[in-house]
């Protein structure tokens, strides 16, 4: 098992006045929050239409090359 050292000493926990100046611009905070919680758009290959429709260009750009 192993030993594990508790730090018991008290710190002072509260922000300081940069921190609590660098938070107050809401609008980058918003964007911030915005952008770590928005879904992704679904990748091309997991949309089954837009795959099929790119499959079937693809084949027939493969025939037209094929033909030569």
């Known amino acids: 098992m192993r030993k594990f ?3 018991k000493e008290k710190k002072n926990l509260s922000p300081s006045e940069a921190q ?9 905070l918003h964007h911030d929050y915005e952008k770590l919680t928005k879904r992704g ?5 997991k949309d089954p239409k837009l795959f ?16 030569d």
């Open 5 to 7: 050292k508790l730090n």
């Open 20 to 28: 609590i100046k660098r938070q107050k611009d809401f609008s980058r």
């Open 41 to 45: 758009k679904k990748p091309l290959f």
């Open 52 to 67: 099929i429709l790119l499959f079937l260009i693809g084949i027939i750009m493969f025939l037209l090359f094929l033909e």
